[in-house]
């Protein structure tokens, strides 16, 4: 990897340059999981929303993002931006930045956890909510080039008939949507298609155009400034961004050394040192105010094998 000063240097220059990454978990947050910003989540959950709904969303409840797992020895999910509708309606958005290979069994436990605490002792399974995944993926899951894809449990024998209306998954894919959205002008866009290019867009000019054109997502952008402002987030961002690029350093590595024993091996030793473990030892660090041990961990390896092993990551 190179060195962090001049890594530090790239990132800086890049977010002076607007050329952010607004996937990233913090920046999401901010944006869209404050009840100050609220009205920019309803935007855009009614874009994704409205039509498999039959209503639109005037309101929402954020609802708290950790979890408490049943078991101490359980693993819990930490959603993005989780919140309920006016309607009823329990939503869990996700902003995924990296492929674990796992989207379907990830998406699944998030879910359960989310329908399952949605209903309280002694409340009938009448008085369940129906629960919505939402998926904003920076990679590619289908083989379709399907921009915007969803699903519910269907009968086997009857297909259009759904079982139930309790569960339903959202899925948009930036990479697809970039290679389909390359020619459009933004002022042509639907509103899930801007919301998309607002998340898919890196050049400046594109995030300008679809400023111009789209108050909301305008007033989105100087959020992100806003959030920029503020030298910690900043800083966070900054160990995030590098984070990502330690965790692809070392996907690449060990899909080199397990060449000879197959790209199977090589993925798996990857993910086993990849971003979760760095992103949840960043997250303790920041929690206590320890930045200069963040720093030390993205370019001291031992160091950060220390850390996992002191925090049992």
């Known amino acids: 990897m190179q060195d962090e000063k001049k890594i530090r240097s790239i990132i800086q220059t ?20 404050k009840e100050e910003r609220k009205h920019f989540t309803v935007d855009f959950l009614n874009s ?18 950790e979890q408490i797992p049943y078991n101490k020895a359980d693993k819990a999910p930490r959603f993005d931006v989780a919140c309920r509708l006016d309607t009823g309606e329990l939503i ?12 379907d069994k990830r998406t699944l436990a998030y879910w359960t956890y989310m329908y399952s605490t949605g209903l309280h002792a002694g ?22 080039a399907i921009v915007h894809s969803s699903c519910s449990i269907r009968w086997d024998d009857d297909p259009y008939e759904s079982f139930g209306k309790n569960l339903r998954f959202h899925f948009l894919e930036l990479r697809k949507f970039l290679k389909a959205a390359r020619n459009k002008p933004a002022s042509e866009m639907t509103r899930i298609e801007r919301w998309m ?15 111009m054109c ?28 590098i984070a990502r690029m ?8 060990a899909e080199d050394r397990g060449e000879e024993r197959g790209m199977e091996r090589g993925i798996k030793i990857g993910e086993d040192r990849g971003e979760e473990r760095f992103a949840k030892l960043i997250q303790i660090l920041t929690s206590q105010n320890r930045n200069d041990d963040i720093s030390r961990i993205i370019t001291d390896k031992a160091y950060r094998q220390e ?7």
């Open 92 to 103: 869990d958005v996700e902003a995924q930045v990296a492929s674990r290979h796992n989207m």
């Open 48 to 65: 994704v929303l409205s039509e498999s709904l039959g209503h639109r969303i005037n309101d929402i409840e954020f609802r708290p993002t």
């Open 14 to 33: 890049k977010i002076e340059n607007q050329h952010i990454n607004t996937m990233d978990d913090l920046l999401f947050k901010f944006v869209f999981g």
């Open 307 to 313: 850390l996992f092993g002191a925090f049992n990551i």
């Open 246 to 253: 330690d965790y692809r350093s070392d996907i690449k590595d």
């Open 123 to 144: 409340e009938d399974y009448l008085e369940a909510s129906p629960a919505i995944t939402i998926n904003i993926l920076a990679f590619s899951i289908r083989k379709k």
């Open 214 to 241: 789209d108050d909301v997502i305008s007033k989105a952008y100087d959020a992100c400034d806003e959030f920029f402002s503020s030298r910690e987030e900043r800083m966070n961002y900054i160990n995030n961004e």
């Open 197 to 211: 290019g607002f998340f898919a867009f890196r050049r400046k000019k594109r995030k300008q155009e679809l400023a």
